[in-house]
T-cell receptor
Framework: IAGITQAPTSQILAAGRRMTLRCTQDMRHNAMYWYRQDLGLGLRLIHYSNTAGTTGKGEVPDGYSVSRANTDDFPLTLASAVPSQTSVYFC?????????????FGPGTRLTVL | GQNIDQPTEMTATEGAIVQINCTYQTSGFNGLFWYQQHAGEAPTFLSYNVLDGLEEKGRFSSFLSRSKGYSYLLLKELQMKDSASYLCAVSSNDYKLSFGAGTTVTVRA
């Protein structure tokens, strides 16, 4: 069982370019999440999806969009990248069954925007 | 809003005990999680507390006091492989997780 996979592992991107970070899970989890992790700030939620077909905004959604066409995939798109979006991006998933809901994280994508 | 505080860094000797404190002020409370994150890797689940008291899991224990908005993670018999960041996260009313900035623990020989 792979769990959660993310692609690419790392990417250097010119400012203004469009970029999609991919996330796939094989655990049949209902809920999926995108976080960014910056030094000294911890993990911050960008967008989430409680179930296929629905999405919601997290703490820092500006400049990012997501879609959830099916249970397994939850891509994150940067429409026009800016240097402040340089970060490590983690995708996570959970059963989505309520408060005991443990989130499991993918290996991360390290993104540098120049 | 959410406010979660934990120390930035701690250093301890192999075989010793270290206690990482976490205080929180959140809108609603549905449990507190601790995650471990080694450098360059993904966070991995360590523990979950929703009721007051101590939960023990091998060398790791986690404590919660809801009335004080306080938790700690206790690491016993420290090993070199325990050198990592430890993240405190609170599940609030909408079941979303809010994370603290993390505590980097360095274990010295």
């Amino acid at each position: 069982i792979a769990g959660i996979t993310q692609a690419p592992t790392s990417q250097i991107l010119a400012a203004g370019r469009r970029m999609t970070l991919r996330c796939t899970q094989d655990m049949r989890h209902n809920a999926m999440y995108w976080y960014r992790q910056d030094l000294g700030l911890g993990l911050r939620l960008i967008h989430y999806s409680n179930t296929a077909g629905t999405t919601g905004k997290g703490e820092v959604p500006d400049g990012y969009s997501v879609s959830r066409a099916n249970t397994d995939d939850f891509p994150l798109t940067l429409a026009s990248a800016v240097p402040s979006q340089t970060s490590v991006y983690f995708c996570a998933s959970s059963d989505g069954q309520g408060h005991t809901d443990t989130q499991y994280f993918g290996p991360g994508t390290r993104l540098t925007v120049l | 809003g959410q406010n979660i505080d934990q120390p930035t860094e701690m250093t301890a000797t192999e075989g010793a005990i270290v206690q990482i404190n976490c205080t929180y002020q959140t809108s609603g409370f549905n449990g507190l999680f601790w995650y471990q994150q080694h450098a360059g890797e993904a966070p991995t689940f360590l523990s979950y507390n929703v009721l007051d008291g101590l939960e023990e899991k091998g060398r790791f224990s986690s404590f919660l006091s809801r009335s004080k908005g306080y938790s700690y993670l206790l690491l016993k018999e420290l090993q070199m492989k325990d050198s990592a960041s430890y993240l405190c996260a609170v599940s609030s009313n909408d079941y979303k997780l809010s994370f603290g900035a993390g505590t980097t623990v360095t274990v010295r020989a």
